[in-house]
């Protein structure tokens, strides 16, 4: 059977296409990081479970974390963890997260100097993934 110089360039163009949506459809799966879940905890045990999920911490505290676990994550995407003192409206630390492996936690930790508390209020972190879009807001408070 002849092919005319038309048909196989057809043919070329169909199975280019067909490629070309194979590897999206593969190539996003692994990029689309999804967080399944965050927490605002008092710290992590040795297999980085969360000690204590809570959204309140008395006044002599020096230190608050958020826990982070995400699913189908691509190696090296970055997580930006966003701590906001809303009592004064004042940023105060962004962190930039490699994750690094597909599926796993981190905890990210907001800690004072040595002899200073976290001023009483309220505050929120924001989890930005992918393009910097918004994943989740946590809130909590100090005495």
Do not use: C
């Amino acid at each position: 059977m002849a092919y005319t110089s038309g048909k196989l360039k057809y043919i070329s163009a169909i199975l280019l296409f067909i490629f070309s949506a194979l590897f999206l459809l593969n190539h996003n799966n692994t990029k689309n990081i999804i967080v399944q879940e965050a927490r605002i905890v008092t710290g992590v045990d040795n297999e980085m479970r969360p000690l204590k999920i809570t959204s309140y911490f008395p006044k002599n505290t020096t230190k608050v974390s958020t826990w982070i676990k995400w699913q189908n994550a691509r190696i090296n995407t970055q997580i930006l963890v966003k701590w906001h003192y809303i009592t004064d409206d004042v940023p105060i630390y962004n962190y930039n997260l490699t994750i690094p492996k597909r599926n796993g936690v981190a905890n990210v930790m907001l800690s004072m100097p040595e002899g200073k508390n976290l001023p009483s209020g309220f505050y929120k972190v924001d989890i930005l993934s992918g393009k910097k879009q918004l994943t989740k807001t946590l809130t909590f408070e100090v005495g």
